[in-house]
């Protein structure tokens, strides 16, 4: 069974760190992989440890758009792990990718793909900035993970349908210009960037989830 954690986000509720952005860890099976960094690389760092987790046992890194509020803690886990590959946007910032590259091996990433089993990318959404959003498979049904869900949630809902029934959403929601597109969704999991909680919350109840850095979901 999939467990995603969040490992950074605006809030805590505990003894972990919070800060201004997003970084969540998906485990499956014996696999790692972190979706982006927030912005306090130490901060990222330090919750690891807390959550018992060895960054050098991260096998994979994916960034879902170039703001500093998901990439600010790159170097640290670049330095941090060993054998990184580290899935980006292709449109990311030329230099960015060279600078990445003296540490880690980088991916492009253009379209949806798998990026291990029952794991995939949304490929690059929208424009401002072209972001990717990861899509996990679970035991019931699908759970998507955004950084600012910026391209919105109606395309990133829609893309991830495509490969089966998405029952959860993580991350930072935005602007929710779409919020009816949650409508079937079952765990609305909402943080970092998210504008309109309280709507959120009127409308879904229980299905609404307010996270924050250390919260952590099996399903
Ligand atoms: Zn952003
Ligand atoms: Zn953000």
Redesign the pocket.
Known sequence: MPRLTVVYDNKTNGSLQSGWGFSCLVEQEDKKVLFDTGWDGQAVLDNLGQLEIDPETIDILVL??H?W??IGGLSHILHAARNLKVYVPSSFPQNLKSEISRYAEVVEITDSCEIMQGIYSSGELGIK?P?QSLIVRGNTGFFVVT??A?PGIGPILENASSYGKVIGIIG?L?SLEEMEMLEDIQYIAAGH?TRRMEELQALYGDRYIPIFSGYSIDF
Do not use: K, R
Request: net charge negative; proline share 8%; aromatic share 0%.
């Open positions: 879902s758009h703001h509020d998901h900035p972001e950084g600012c910026h930072g935005h960037c």
